[in-house]
């Protein structure tokens, strides 16, 4: 069974930042594509930024040019760099494997991200 853990998650000032970070196991990393999304309170959860096909990605628009997404295959790890952090970033936020055939998902248990003064 996949097993996706995340981890960085925490209380930060509005303009702060944190990396968060999701560790894969029992999966072949470098096959799946990647990524990160969110679920504010009485919100759906939405699309942060992942990676498509290749090493390509996209993000939300609403964390553009703030928050990037790199993966690094020899560690098993997704990460998510979010700098200029927001009120409005305030979610929990899970990590994804998309499997590209099957199109099923796997998903981390999240990881509580506070943007609060």
């Known amino acids: 069974q996949v097993q996706l853990v995340e981890s960085g998650g925490g209380l930060v000032q509005p303009g702060g930042s944190l990396r968060l970070s999701c560790a894969a196991s029992?999966?072949?990393?470098?096959?799946?594509?990647m990524g990160w999304y969110r679920q504010a309170p009485g919100k759906q959860r939405e699309l942060v930024a992942r990676?498509?096909?290749?090493?390509?990605?996209n993000y939300a628009d609403s964390v553009k040019g703030r928050f990037t997404i790199s993966r690094d295959n020899a560690e098993n790890t997704v990460y998510l760099q979010m700098n200029a952090l927001k009120a409005e970033d305030t979610a929990v936020y899970y990590c994804?494997?998309?499997?590209?055939?099957?199109?099923?998902?796997?998903w981390g248990q999240g990881t509580q991200v506070t943007v609060s003064s």
């Open positions: 994804n494997a998309h499997h590209p055939y099957t199109s099923y998902d796997y």
């Open positions: 029992r999966m072949i990393f470098s096959f799946y594509a």
């Open positions: 990676f498509t096909s290749g090493s390509s990605t």
